[in-house]
């Protein structure tokens, strides 16, 4: 009476699925990572800069050099941003993955119960059968 899960297939799809998002998600975090790791090595660097112009020339490169980091800064704060957002959306289908997967998987665990059930039950009912054939031969 071993009845396969109607839904096995299902659950493992949603279980793959599930992987990705996981997977999808620790990649954007690994990328925000990243970000904040340039990000703050950039600042450290910029701020370690020496800031004395012997002349207009070293002047004007410093401020060239000034210019150009502060665009970069702005342009990592801004793929900052932008893998934050990836990350939260990440999260949400991860979430979302795991929900529908668990769901899924309670519904396989109660039927793998039920599925017990039965076959316990039927194993007494076999057990009653042997124990009242076995008193009717005594009594004979």
């Known amino acids: ?4 899960f109607s839904l096995a297939g299902l659950l493992r799809v949603r ?3 599930e992987r990705a998002a996981a997977q999808r ?3 954007a975090v690994i990328d925000a990572q990243h970000t904040e790791a340039r990000d703050r090595s950039l600042r450290a660097h910029l ?5 004395e112009a012997v002349d207009v020339r070293s002047l004007a490169a410093l401020a060239a050099a000034r210019v150009a980091g502060r665009t970069l800064l702005a342009d990592l704060t801004t793929l ?3 893998q934050e957002q990836t990350v939260d959306l990440a999260r949400t289908e991860h979430a979302e993955a795991r929900r529908a997967m668990r769901g899924l998987d309670r519904l396989s665990q109660a039927h793998a119960l039920q599925v017990r059930t039965a076959e316990l039950r039927a194993e007494q009912a076999e057990l009653d059968e042997i124990g009242s054939r076995i008193r009717a031969e005594d009594q004979a």
């Open 1 to 4: 009476m071993t009845r396969s």
């Open 15 to 17: 279980e793959i699925q």
């Open 25 to 27: 998600l620790s990649r």
């Open 47 to 51: 701020s370690g800069v020496g800031s």
């Open 80 to 82: 900052s941003e932008l």
